[in-house]
């Protein structure tokens, strides 16, 4: 029973054009969202986050965009870039009752052509 | 500033010998997080500790699986016997007063071939 989903295990994209990775979520408790990039034999690292008061959330060329009412949350990237290829986590999680871990979604690698 | 320290980078072992995975959290976080990656069931929450404390081992698979965090500057996950199923990526996290805009730092994790 996967909450969180990324159904585009792979996405490749144009230097300079537009990157968009989706996630959906299934837990309507979900208040929190953030999405990590990870490079090969590298951990995780935190790249922005949305609360559900938001619809959107900006960050240089990263913006995360929220839609509660399709449970659906998107990162795009503008213009992007090489060294964007790597795989992206959609991650989850319920702060209003408790810390509750962060639910992830299984990833999607991103490679950027140049 | 040293981010979180996970330690060995690298373990092949053969089935039915224990297996010690070892991290150290940043300094000052109260949170610490043991997750194993795998890419049939991607990034996996098996154990999480507060100030030292377990507060959910739901994750963990089997009870061949155990964790502990004698102080808080290091905490080991330990697989006893290991089975070949046990091959992922295991990665150690910590944070700092869990909530808020109060992201998990992660390790740069164990990668564990059982043989």
């Known amino acids: 029973d996967q909450q969180v989903k990324q159904n585009s295990p792979s996405l490749s994209v144009q230097e300079g054009r537009i990157s968009i990775l989706n996630c959906d979520y299934t837990?309507?408790?979900?208040?929190?969202f953030l999405w990590y990039k990870k490079y090969p034999a590298e951990g995780p690292t935190f790249l922005i986050s949305?609360?559900?008061?938001?619809d959107k959330n900006e960050d240089g060329r990263f913006t995360v965009f929220l839609n509660k009412s399709a449970k659906h949350l998107s990162l795009h990237i503008v213009p992007s870039q090489p060294g964007d290829s790597a795989v992206y986590f959609c991650a989850a999680s319920n702060r209003n009752s408790g810390n509750t871990p962060l639910v992830f979604g299984k990833g999607t690698r991103l490679s950027v052509i140049a | 500033d040293a981010g979180v320290i996970q330690s060995p980078r690298h373990e092949v072992t053969e089935m039915g010998q224990e297996v010690t995975l070892r991290c150290k959290p940043i300094?000052?976080?109260?949170?610490l997080f043991w997750y194993r990656q795998t890419m049939m069931r991607g990034l996996e929450l098996l154990i999480y500790?507060?100030?030292?404390?377990?507060?959910?081992d739901s994750g963990m698979p089997e009870d061949r699986f155990s964790a502990k965090m004698p102080n808080a500057s290091f905490s080991t996950l330990k697989i006893q016997p290991s089975e070949p199923r046990d091959s992922a990526v295991y990665f150690c996290?910590?944070?700092?007063?869990?909530?808020?805009?109060?992201?998990?730092?992660f390790g740069d994790g164990t990668r564990l071939s059982i043989l």
């Open positions: 837990n309507s408790m979900f208040d929190y």
């Open positions: 300094s000052g976080h109260d949170y």
């Open positions: 500790f507060n100030n030292n404390v377990p507060i959910d």
């Open positions: 949305i609360s559900s008061i938001k």
């Open positions: 996290a910590s944070s700092f007063r869990w909530g808020g805009n109060q992201p998990q730092h």
